[in-house]
């Protein structure tokens, strides 16, 4: 009964998220409205939406973004850090880990995803199929994340008054996909020209042959996603995938973006509060590549900051993460002071569309694919300079083609002006061009290294397929304050369920533990997380 307190009135409380000229349908069947009122309103579906679109990740109030995944997943991807060692230094970023921050990566998307889902659902499954195919787009995009972050979780039971608050298996919620991706396809297929989406559609203004573009390419990058684990299910469904007639991503415009009106949380996080700066993993691999992409994504040190900074002007520089409180801080702040003038964001990203899934990224989905084998898939090094391109072209920096040819640069080491102490060498020796002498590892740790910089600042994506690939080779934390749970070399490999799942659904998390096959903290992998070589 605790667990059905805990899912059912949320989704319940989904249906107020009505306009007001809908206030006479309460005492009547949704379904019942007029055609006519369908076209003109159809509010009481469509308002569903945007608490979806805006809570994939929430990106308002940004502190809610901050704990859902800027201190989690931006950080262990390499992308980002803190320069404030937040509670002396004992946070996520050194793995002692913060049960009250983890607590909103499960929450926000079930509270303001899952009920909208679940809620239109009921609203479109059996009389309006292209929303209800959109609806299960939006799901999957979400709850993979979810997924990848924890492991086994509430996914087909969500909402089932008889098994609420049941736990799937990772493999039973990716099989979810696959089949809720199936029929989402099938519906927009069969209506494709329809226009009934675009008053309520915050990334394609309606047109359905990006919504399948869409599908497909987040069925190849969940495909992918299996490959070590279970190779026939993900060949099967990357060629379905790559056979789809409607395609895959091709061009930036068919790019995966949350265009809303609320300001990006990165845009508060950085410019307002300091709390977040580049990563010495990026700095590593940016400047060690003369990447052009690199001024596009961090603004480099100005000589008016001279005074207050030990990092040269025109350089740019990133902290390392895992920082503990240093020796001769005296607090927090003090530390940040010595680090917030590190690597800031571009303003240019500062911006309010939220890049969830880009062209760049599908290319280098091919490119592996290709590795693999599977048919369709293409040449992969023409995949592979594609995306390269893809991504220069995306954020407007040129010198793609010379870049490509690069066979000398690599990453660079670090030095840390502050403390010395957190110099470390290089982790890779990986360059740019591509080498068709070379062995499909190192072919896929340069698809898999620049795959990860095309997908800058999407931390959650790159967090993933860190640990499923081992790349980009990242430098790990300075200090690990894990108790011994989290192995320093090989890193985080996921969050423990979250507290408030403990306290109300305490039989059912004992029970996903053991479809985790291991204990609950951050050191066990995952099930598409096998630990074997990629090949």
Request: hydrophobic fraction near 40%; charged fraction near 20%.
């Amino acid at each position: 009964m605790m667990k059905i307190r805990k899912y059912i009135p949320l989704a319940l409380a989904g249906l107020l998220f009505v306009s007001c000229g809908d206030l006479e349908q309460f005492n009547v069947n949704d379904k019942n409205i007029s055609q006519e009122q369908l076209e003109v309103d159809f509010q009481h579906v469509g308002s569903k939406y945007r608490p979806i679109f805006e809570n994939i990740y929430q990106y308002q109030p940004a502190w809610s973004y901050q704990l859902q995944q800027n201190l989690n997943a931006d950080v262990y991807s390499g992308y980002l850090t803190n320069p404030r060692p937040f509670v002396a230094g004992a946070n996520n970023t050194t793995y002692n880990l913060v049960s009250g921050w983890n607590n909103f990566i499960w929450t926000v998307p079930y509270q303001n995803v899952m009920n909208n889902v679940q809620s239109i659902s009921e609203l479109t499954e059996n009389d309006f199929p292209t929303l209800y195919g959109v609806n299960l787009i939006l799901k999957v995009a979400a709850m993979h994340r979810v997924t990848d972050v924890f492991g086994p979780i509430v996914y087909t039971n969500f909402g089932d008054l008889n098994n609420a608050g049941v736990y799937d298996s990772q493999q039973e919620v990716y099989n979810a996909f696959f089949s809720e991706l199936d029929v989402a396809v099938a519906n927009l297929n069969a209506d494709i020209s329809s226009t009934r989406f675009s008053e309520f559609d915050m990334s394609y203004s309606g047109d359905y042959s990006k919504w399948l573009k869409l599908a497909n390419s987040l069925r190849l990058r969940l495909a992918i996603r299996i490959s070590k684990v279970d190779p026939a299910k993900a060949q099967q469904e990357g060629e379905k995938a790559l056979a789809e007639s409607n395609g895959l991503m091709e061009s930036n415009a068919d790019g995966f973006f949350v265009n809303g009106s609320l300001p990006h949380p990165l845009s508060v996080i950085d410019n307002s509060w300091g709390d977040i700066r580049m990563n010495a993993s990026m700095e590593s691999i940016l400047v060690g590549y003369n990447d052009p992409r690199a001024d596009k994504f961090f603004q480099e040190v100005n000589p008016g900051d001279q005074s207050t900074t030990p990092v040269s002007p025109g350089n740019l520089k990133g902290v390392r993460a895992g920082l503990p409180l240093l020796p001769g801080y005296a607090d927090e702040i003090a530390q940040k002071a010595d680090y917030i003038t590190f690597g800031v964001i571009n303003d240019e990203l500062h911006t309010s569309q939220v890049q969830l899934m880009t062209a760049a990224e599908v290319a280098f989905l091919k490119a592996e694919a290709s590795l693999r084998g599977w048919t369709g898939a293409g040449d992969a090094k023409a995949n592979y300079e594609q995306g390269i391109d893809l991504s220069f072209q995306q954020h407007q920096a040129g010198g793609s083609s010379t870049y490509v040819m690069d066979n000398t640069s690599a990453p660079a080491d670090y030095v840390d002006p502050v403390n010395a102490a957190n110099n470390i060498a290089a982790m890779s020796t990986i360059t740019i061009a591509w080498d068709d002498a070379g062995t499909n590892e190192e072919k896929l740790e340069k698809v898999i290294t620049q795959k990860w910089i095309a997908m800058f600042p999407e931390g959650q994506e790159a967090w993933s397929e860190y640990r499923r690939t081992g790349y980009p080779k990242i430098f790990p934390v300075v200090s690990n304050q894990s108790g011994g749970t989290v192995d320093t070399d090989i890193q985080i490999r996921r969050i423990p369920f979250v507290d408030s799942e403990y306290s109300t659904n305490a039989a059912n998390v004992q029970n996903a533990v053991t479809l985790l096959g291991g204990s609950d903290n951050g050191g066990t992998r995952l099930w598409w997380d096998t630990g074997n070589s990629n090949f």
